[in-house]
């Protein structure tokens, strides 16, 4: 490997930053672990609230830790009046997660002691941008569609709650419980732009909302966040199974590329994607419309393995997300602000970890441009 | 050098990311250079206006150019009202770089092309931003003071427009022209945590906005912005000139860090405070305040060459620049939103320079926690 004083490290692809002991992929064997524990198991029997809490602390809650916690989050998840003013100022137009952004920085100005630097300091605050972040997303999706915020309810749990602060009416139990399955499996994933922008602004000692701020805006980006949006609309234009050859044959000619499919890391199934392929699958039994979107993902999936094997096309975690959202009246504009309020938890874990061995991150560009020249006055510029 | 993909590489020192043509510190010679053109130059001879032209289109601009550049600044001075109405909902108490963060963010949403990403987008909006953060700042500071914002007097320069905007009264030439030149130091200098903040957060192709709010959040960490600050603290503390050598006794029994002397970069005098020192002179001689503080500077300044005569801690640009500002009559809350201000220039031109080659900045973390371990149930665990 090459010396990285000399030579640049585009995107960082591979270098090493920080040492964590939260999540760890393998990509090989298709596993996601948070702090060993198997994203399959906790998606089974954790819920996103005690999964928060572990990714935090590096244990499963006790009981009473588990009590303790749901009632904490419980006693934030309330707007102040201060987001909920600069929420309804903002136009209805703007990107769903540039509103969050906004809202995430506001909720930062009302904290009085925002700039206490310490790991107590910050799990405090970390809880409360894990609360409040449901509820900002719930409200920006409301306001955006001309209808009043509603206030949460904190005897539901997280999931159900922001399911009810969405639509206005209680999920049913399946409903709530296949969100908290959503939120457990997007919550950390080593350390994406979003993560690290988080760790870059973090490093200077800042306050903990100016860094999940910056992650907000990474995660909006097309190349972050987003992709389970767009694997719709592609399985919305194909339409059906049964128009997938069709498809396959563009795909082939145009060199298109099939939202979803492969990943960076994962060279087999993504473990989160067998989990949302399973309750896809569920969904499907019992919408028609969902079944025919899933019959065209099913079919996309084998097409793609079986045209490009070498490739390793394995279905990745946007694959089978969107559908489910959908399958739960979820608009396809709330996806990656709903991968914003799961990653929270990822997000604040990791700069918490990153804090008691801080160390600014501070790079540098390698100059390729005028060697020293001298200044011309404006009068004597060419026109 | 080692492996970067084997070890880690804290805060990324000395870690190549970029290539860039913007600006180069030679840091043995004490040269700063933008796009070529010495600082010292550009500090006599250019305006900030110019600068930031330069910084982002890499030549000075021709007279029409200038023309056409100070139109469109001057065009884009007056903050829309959902910016400021988000301001005042903001607490005076907040920090104000948080205030600025949030406001700035709230501005990006009301740009309705914010998605669109291409460097002649990107360059539309940075010369936006560059308009509004002074207008920003201005209106943050006067609302922290129960006062109402003053509306920007397109007619005046930029550095003149924000001092009138700041104190509600027009600046005297001199004072106009020794705020233009600070703006001029501060606009660049490779690529600090903000800088980088910025640059990571905008690898996903995600809105200028969120770029600069994460660089906005990063400047105001204590390890970054804010040294100045600091500088007048410890000189008012001092008090005089004469109080110097008792001070440095407890500098050196304590092993106390002296703000704003030494720099990871420049191993001689900082150009930048080469200038900042000719100007706190200038200003010394009119005023018997900043003359006593001048000279407790000037002192410790010889005090500390002599005692550290190894470590070359020669002044650094915010050793001087904190006595500047008082001299201005400038708040010192304020000097860390006048480095966000001038330095706009350089964040964008930054980001608009990356964004042809982009690649999404996605490093690794040494993954040293548990190997995977069995869920227990809830209740099964210890109380």
Redesign the interface.
């Known amino acids: ?1 090459a ?20 999540s ?1 992929v393998d990509g090989l064997g298709g ?1 996601l ?1 948070y ?4 994203i399959h ?2 998606a089974a ?2 819920t996103f609230e ?1 999964t928060a809490w572990l990714l935090a602390e ?1 244990e ?5 830790q ?1 009590a303790a916690m749901t009632r904490t989050l419980a006693a934030h998840l309330a707007m102040p009046d ?1 987001v909920l ?2 929420l309804r ?3 209805r ?3 769903p997660m ?2 969050m ?2 809202a995430i ?2 909720y ?3 904290d ?1 002691s ?2 206490e630097i310490t790991v107590e300091a910050w799990k405090r605050v970390a809880t409360r941008l894990v609360a409040q972040i449901g509820t900002i997303g719930a409200a920006a999706w409301r306001l955006s569609q001309g209808a009043e915020p509603i206030a949460p309810d904190p005897s539901l749990g997280y999931a159900a709650n922001f399911l009810y602060m969405l639509h206005g009416k209680r999920p049913t139990e399946a409903a709530a419980r296949i969100l908290d399955i959503a939120l457990i499996c997007h919550a950390d994933h ?5 993560t ?2 988080g760790m ?8 903990l ?3 999940i ?2 992650a ?10 987003g992709a389970n949006e767009r694997v719709l609309v592609d399985l919305d234009r194909i339409g059906s199974a049964a128009n997938v050859p069709a498809y396959m044959r563009e795909v082939q000619s145009k060199k298109l590329k099939v939202m979803g499919l492969g990943h ?1 890391v994962y060279k087999t199934w993504d473990p989160r994607a067998i989990i949302f392929k399973k309750i896809a699958e569920t969904r499907a039994a019992k919408d028609p419309d969902i079944a025919r979107t899933f019959a065209t993902a099913v079919a996309l999936e084998k097409a793609c393995l079986d045209a490009y094997a070498e490739k390793q096309l394995y279905p990745n975690v946007d694959y089978y997300s969107g559908i489910v959202y959908r399958s739960l009246g979820i608009d396809a504009k709330m996806f990656t602000p709903i991968f914003a309020i799961s990653r929270m938890a990822g997000w604040t874990a990791r700069l918490i970890e990153y804090l008691p ?1 801080n ?21 004597k ?3």
Do not use: W
Request: glycine share 10%; with cysteine.
């Open positions: 490997m010396d990285p004083t000399q030579e640049i490290f585009r995107g960082l692809e591979g270098v090493l930053v920080a040492t964590t002991k939260i760890k596993v672990t702090r060993g524990y198997d198991e906790l029997e954790s005690e590096g499963l809650p006790t009981p009473s588990y201060t003013e600069v100022q903002l136009p137009t703007a990107h540039a509103i952004r906004t920085s506001a930062g100005c009302t009085t925002a700039e080593g350390i994406p732009a979003s690290f922008s870059v602004v973090g490093s200077s000692l800042t306050d909302y100016s860094a701020t910056a907000i805006g990474s995660l909006k980006g097309p190349l972050h966040g960076r061995n160390r600014i991150f501070r790079p540098r560009g390698k100059y390729e441009g005028y060697d020293l020249r001298a200044y011309t006055p404006l009068a510029r060419r026109i």
